[in-house]
């Protein structure tokens, strides 16, 4: 009877194991449920990245402001007859350079 019982705790160690730490346990499960939040979060990312680019995607094909705009801001283009002004940061002129 001694034997019989000290197999069937020596089983329920071995199971208690296998639940816990072994492969497809707990252990195994929390990780992986950590991946998969990580996977979302960065899918939600990425879908409104996406989302932003089929706008402006949207938005060149629809028309020439758009376009302009881009040109403008990353290009530095402007129209015929237009002046154009560069302001530079960080000059300052002294006191008798104003004055002059």
Known sequence: ???????????LVLLQYKLWLGEGGFT??????????????????LQQRNTE????VA???????AIEERARSELGMIKEEEEF???VPGYVKEPEELEQ
């Open 53 to 56: 680019l089929e706008a402006e």
């Open 28 to 45: 195994d499960v929390r990780r992986l449920e950590q991946r998969v939040l990580e996977q979302q979060q960065e899918n939600t990312i």
């Open 85 to 87: 002004y560069q302001i």
């Open 59 to 65: 938005d060149l094909r629809q028309g020439y402001d």
């Open 1 to 11: 009877m001694r034997m019989l019982l000290a197999f069937l705790v020596l089983l």
